[in-house]
């Protein structure tokens, strides 16, 4: 069965960097767009980023671009989220999502459209 599994969550002092990992398994992974996804406890979900793994095809939240960067490594089915510049306003558990039926240059915005998720890992920067 496909699973998907969320490490690298950590607590990180404002302007540090940490990296996330997402390890997914039971499915080809070249055919998988994968995104990533925080939510606070109270607050809607909100999407962070997104990849479609068989072109490298990468999008970002306006509030994560230029301080986010999302890969995707094939020998190791782990896709990475670099997070640079960390500010009190990450704090979130994140989640990766991944999405059977990825298409070529376009992963989306909305968690509707995936169809597995991990359990989150939690990313705190403290103000």
């Known amino acids: 069965e496909v699973q998907v599994v969320e490490s690298g969550g950590d607590l990180v002092q404002v302007g540090g960097s940490l990296t996330l990992s997402c390890a997914a398994s039971?499915?080809?992974?070249?055919?998988?767009?994968i995104g990533w996804f925080r939510q606070v406890p109270g607050k809607e979900r909100e999407w962070v980023s997104c990849?479609?793994?068989?072109?490298?095809?990468?999008f970002y939240a306006d509030s994560v671009k230029g301080r986010f960067t999302i890969s995707s490594d094939s020998a190791d089915h782990t896709v990475y989220l670099q997070m640079n510049d960390l500010k009190p306003e990450d704090t979130a558990v994140y989640y990766c999502?991944?999405?059977?039926?990825?298409?070529?240059?376009?992963?989306?915005?909305?968690?509707?459209?995936?169809?597995?998720w991990g359990p989150g890992t939690e990313v705190t920067v403290p103000s």
């Open positions: 999502t991944v999405d059977l039926a990825g298409t070529v240059g376009y992963c989306s915005k909305f968690g509707l459209h995936y169809d597995y």
């Open positions: 039971g499915y080809a992974f070249e055919d998988m767009a």
């Open positions: 990849i479609t793994n068989r072109d490298g095809a990468a």
